[in-house]
């Protein structure tokens, strides 16, 4: 297949996936289309043309159109999600930095937060990145026990105790038991100012 055809595909696919979704995102709301292409900024024209598949926006009308939706535009253009699925643990992106394996907890890509599982083998050290400044870090210890070196104090965390502490200073993660620990980082990134 030439690689004009196989362009011309992909970007009917994402018509496609673009009308779909923008149906059901604005019927989830239970609002008409002269509504939501009000809060867009567009005409209802151009929204009703999105919505069959026979629009071709522009990178704004598409930013505009994600905004009034609270989503993303890669949300919008992306296969529409069906109402269950099962993701396998397998196949969450993860990666092992200083032996200590980190996990994304969730498939999709919430904007400003991130949730990842940590597994530290006994004596694991994972030394923490500092985020922007204003970020929130939640961290809870699911298995085991821990320490968190933060700010200059030393926190010990046993199953199910919860630490929340700036993710924009140093801090690192050790295991302190005889066994892996498990915990649970929500990081809350600091909007843009």
Not at 104 to 131: K, Q, T
Not at 166 to 177: A, E, F, I, T
Request: proline share 4%.
């Amino acid at each position: 297949m030439a690689d004009g055809q196989s362009d011309g595909m992909a970007l009917e696919q994402s018509a496609e996936n673009l009308a779909r979704n923008l149906r059901a995102l604005r019927e989830a709301r239970g609002l008409s289309q002269q509504q939501m292409a009000k809060l867009a900024g567009v005409p209802r024209a151009t929204w009703s043309n999105l919505e069959t598949g026979g629009g071709n926006p522009t990178l704004g009308v598409l930013l505009r159109v994600a905004a009034s939706l609270q989503t993303t535009v890669d949300e919008l253009l992306g296969a529409p999600r069906s109402e269950i699925r099962l993701v396998e643990r397998r196949s969450l992106a993860a990666r092992v930095r200083g032996g200590v394996r980190i996990e994304r907890v969730l498939p999709d890509a919430i904007p400003g937060l991130i949730i990842e599982r940590m597994d530290l083998p006994a004596g694991s050290v994972l030394v923490g990145i500092p985020h922007t400044p204003g970020t929130r870090e939640y961290l809870t210890c699911a298995s085991g026990s821990l320490e968190l070196v933060t700010a200059g104090k030393v926190w010990t965390l046993g199953e199910g105790d919860v630490l929340v502490f700036q993710g924009d200073q140093r801090h690192s993660y050790r295991c302190v038991g005889a066994r892996t620990a498990t915990a649970y980082a929500i990081v809350v990134l600091a909007t843009g100012r």
